[in-house]
């Protein structure tokens, strides 16, 4: 697999190595400081999934269905303790007609925080991405009392206005969670959006 920027003098901060991004695709999973087993989600998992981001506070809870199809489409990942217990997730969605890749729905359990496993997972979604569709551009939101924005930023990501959002991909209007924000968790979104150019 060619990896990106290879003549590159300094790799870009999300690119996982091609060992350990290899080892993923060959097996499924890779562990994470002999605590946590990275893995694709399975629909079995679903359930446990939803009932973990229910713990979340500020961020918008997921379609159910939307969930699913992520899972489905191998574009969602847990991160599972030594007892096989779900401890952490993150997703993206797709947007095929503007080539964009969306990141949603990021949490780890507060008991699992401060060991960076958020920003791996992070790392893992976006060499997934990367890998199936190396042209796109990525974005993810921070709403206001997530905890994601310093990771983006360390991962390369830039922050951009919703204006820019709107303009640059008016089909994304349709699904920032501004309004979901203010529905379901009670006050004005405040939402960050960070873009990243692969």
């Not at 991004?21 to 989600?41: A, P």
């Not at 008991?111 to 496993?117: A, K, V, Y």
């Not at 990525?138 to 930023?153: D, E, V």
Request: charged letters at 20%; hydrophobic letters at 40%.
């Amino acid at each position: 697999m060619k990896r990106p920027n290879a003549e590159a003098l300094v790799a870009p901060p999300w690119l996982l190595s091609e060992d350990q991004f290899n080892r993923f695709l060959e097996t499924g999973y890779l562990i994470y400081k002999d605590q946590v087993r990275v893995t694709f989600s399975y629909p079995h998992m679903q359930a446990d999934i939803l009932q973990l981001l229910k713990m979340a506070k500020g961020i918008v809870q997921p379609d159910p269905d939307d969930l699913l199809e992520s899972i489905e489409g191998n574009r969602s990942i847990v991160g599972l303790d030594l007892n096989d217990q779900i401890i952490a997730h993150q997703r993206f969605k797709l947007w095929p007609s503007v080539k964009l890749a969306e990141l949603r729905t990021a949490f780890v359990r507060p008991d699992h925080r401060g060991i960076g496993l958020n920003t791996f997972m992070k790392k893992v979604i976006l060499n997934l991405i990367h890998l199936q569709h190396p042209l796109w551009e990525a974005l993810g939101y921070c709403q206001p009392l997530s905890m994601s924005k310093n990771i983006f930023s360390k991962l390369g990501f830039d922050e951009v206005s919703l204006d820019f959002v709107k303009g640059q991909w008016p089909i994304m209007e349709l699904d920032c969670p501004k309004s979901d924000c203010y529905l379901k968790n009670g006050h004005a979104c405040g939402c960050q959006v960070l873009h990243l150019q692969f």
